[in-house]
């Protein structure tokens, strides 16, 4: 079942699968301990019964049950790890704060919070990760992946979060109630984000300016403008945006797509400010008050429009005859003034003495 190889190169090092240390690894090139390999000749072990759990992968022999949920196992220390989760146990604490895990492997990637280590790293944007778990979830960004499928309607999600939320759209479930206003949310840490709405609490702090936020996604689409990080790309034109919102808003530029209709007249458009400021048409709303003859507009931008006949502000200059005008549709106006050039043409009088030149 199993050869000892002995004298390996350092390099034979990458194929060891067993849980030891640099000093065990190291001790595994000694006379005292050499390696093993397997049957096959491509794995190789520091010890001999490493080999023994390592070929029940291949023969499938699951020997070991859990008698809480009938789950069986192909080593012992499997089906002990995994009784943890019904008996709740969590023996590895953490030296910094005392938090506590029930896998090694959790409080190991845990620690790069308090020592501000992030050894995972995106081969795509270099993004690095404290976490293995958020930089598989970020490399979706990339890949598009989307493994978390709502077996009520087939929508598929990138994070088993974002489905679990969904799900409950299609129970009608909703647990957590605010007391101040009574709104009620699908998710504890939804209703903890809107109750920052009324106590004013910021807790997440831009390393770079210090500016702080209520909230943990606005933060990392914030520290985006420092490093100038644009993760989102337009399959059309290739066009790289920071944020989602801003790609899915560009992308029906391509695709055409108006979204947002007009209750009163159908009218679509493809941006919801541009409804709302179509929709004041309609109910006559003037928002927008001049502050020195109290006029009142609309839409902001022809309010500041406004502004400019009472400070004599002309930004807009036409080309042809350098008049200055407040607005641009002035400037538009006054250009279609201008004569257009004409074609180079002889009166009869002038061609009658241009062919006689030409023939004497």
């Known amino acids: ?10 390099d034979c090092l990458r194929n060891l699968t067993c849980n030891s240390n640099l000093s065990d690894l190291q001790r595994a090139h000694t006379e005292e301990n050499p390696l093993f390999k397997n049957l ?7 010890q001999g019964h490493h080999i023994i759990q390592h070929q029940t992968i291949h023969t499938a022999q699951k020997t070991f049950s859990c008698t809480a949920c009938e789950q069986v196992f192909s080593q012992k220390a499997y089906l002990i790890r995994h009784q943890r989760v019904h008996t709740g146990e969590k023996p590895f604490r953490c030296s910094f704060c005392d938090k506590c895990f029930s896998q090694k492997s959790h409080l190991t990637e845990h620690r790069n919070i308090h020592t501000g280590e992030k050894p995972f790293s995106c081969s795509e944007c270099e993004q690095v990760f404290s976490w293995r778990t ?15 499928r709502c077996s009520e309607c087939g929508k598929c999600f990138p994070y088993k979060g974002s489905l ?10 909703k647990l957590f109630s ?8 699908l998710l504890k840490s939804s209703l903890t984000c809107h109750q920052r709405t009324h106590t004013g609490e910021k807790p997440f702090r831009c390393s770079e300016c210090g500016k702080c936020f209520s909230q943990r996604n606005v933060l990392i689409q914030h520290h985006r403008i420092h490093t100038q990080e ?8 290739e ?18 797509e108006k979204p947002f209709t007009c209750s009163e007249c159908d009218r679509c458009f493809s941006y919801k400010s541009i409804l709302t400021k179509h929709m004041k048409t309609h109910t006559g709303e003037k928002p927008f008050t001049c502050s020195e003859c109290d006029r009142c507009f609309s839409c902001k931008s022809n309010l500041t429009a406004h502004m400019k006949t009472h400070t004599g502000e002309k930004p807009y200059r036409c080309l042809e005859c350098d008049k200055c005008f407040s607005h641009k549709y002035n400037l538009t ?24 030149n030409i023939t004497n």
């Open 1 to 10: 079942m199993m050869s000892q190889v002995e004298g390996q190169s350092s």
């Open 239 to 256: 066009q790289v945006f920071s944020y989602k919102e801003s790609l899915i808003v560009h992308q029906r530029t391509h695709t055409g």
């Open 178 to 185: 605010c007391s101040e206003c009574e709104k009620v949310f």
């Open 40 to 46: 096959e000749g491509d794995k190789y072990f520091s």
């Open 164 to 173: 679990v939320s969904h799900q409950k759209l299609h129970t009608k479930e």
């Open 230 to 237: 644009k993760p989102f790309s337009c399959s059309d034109c």
């Open 134 to 148: 958020s930089l598989i979830a970020h490399q979706r960004i990339h890949t598009g992946e989307r493994p978390f």
């Open 333 to 356: 106006q006054h250009q279609k003034t201008h004569p257009k050039e004409k074609p180079f043409s002889l009166s009869k009088s002038e061609q009658v003495v241009f062919k006689d």
